[in-house]
C-alpha cells in the first residue's frame, strides 16, 4: 500500500473543493489523509487532562461528525479545514466539561494544557476560557477566533495569518493583545472549579 500523501496543499485543496461540491468520496479521502494530523490535534488537546473520559480518537470522531453535518463551508485549504477542525475538537471539550459538571456530585476541574508560552505547558481551565471567548466574541470576533486556532488548534501565527487573511505581524500583535484580555477577563469571572 502506497503512504498516503498529507503535505501536498494542493491535493487537499482538491479534496476540500470537491467536499463542498457534493462528493462524499472525496470528503472520506480527507480524513484519511489528515487523520493522522487530527489524531496529533486531539492529543494535543487531551494531554495532561487527567481524568477525561475522552480519548484521542473519541474527540477526532465527535468533531469530524460534527464538521460532516456543516453546510455549505467554503473550505479555503488545509490551514482552513484544521482551524475548523480544532473549533469543532473546542466545542466537544467545552460540552463534554459542562456534561460533567452538570452533575453536582463530580466537580471536577477539566484544563486545557497548551505549550504556546515558550515551550512551558499552561493550564487553562476550558470552562473559564469558553467564557471569556464568548465575551471576546462579541468585543472581537477575529481576536476570539486567532485564540480559538492558537490554543485549541495549535496554529503558527502564520497559518492563522492565511487562515484570516492578515499578515503575519498584526496576528502576533493580536494574540498578545487577546491573550492579555483574556487571562484578565479568566479571572474576572465567578466560575466554581
Known amino acids: 500500500m502506497d503512504e498516503l500523501k498529507t503535505d501536498d496543499p494542493d491535493e487537499i485543496t482538491g479534496l476540500l473543493k ?4 457534493g462528493s462524499l468520496s472525496a470528503r472520506d479521502e480527507l480524513f484519511t489523509r489528515l487523520y493522522h494530523e487530527l489524531r496529533l490535534l486531539s492529543a494535543a488537546l ?4 487527567g481524568r477525561i473520559s475522552l480519548s484521542t480518537g473519541d474527540l ?3 468533531a469530524a461528525s460534527r464538521l460532516i453535518r456543516l453546510d455549505n463551508i467554503d473550505w479555503q485549504d488545509k490551514a482552513h479545514f ?3 477542525s480544532a473549533r469543532m475538537m473546542r466545542r466537544v471539550l467545552v460540552d463534554h466539561a459542562r456534561k460533567k459538571n452538570a452533575h453536582k456530585r463530580e466537580h471536577k476541574k477539566v484544563t486545557l494544557i497548551t505549550h504556546l508560552v515558550g515551550g512551558t505547558p499552561e493550564t487553562i ?4 476560557l469558553e467564557h471569556a471567548l464568548l465575551r471576546l466574541q462579541v468585543i472581537d470576533p477575529v481576536r476570539a477566533e486567532i485564540v480559538e486556532m492558537r490554543y485549541y488548534g495549535g496554529l503558527s501565527l502564520e497559518e492563522i495569518g492565511v487562515v484570516v487573511g492578515m ?3 498584526t496576528i502576533k500583535r493580536n494574540w498578545r493583545a487577546s491573550k492579555a484580555w483574556l487571562l484578565g477577563a479568566m479571572e474576572d469571572l465567578d466560575i466554581s472549579p
Open 167 to 169: 499578515s503575519p505581524s
Open 46 to 49: 487531551l494531554r495532561g487532562e
Open 82 to 84: 484544521m482551524a475548523l
Open 18 to 21: 470537491a467536499w463542498r461540491d
Open 60 to 62: 477526532v470522531n465527535d
Open 125 to 128: 481551565n476550558i470552562q473559564r
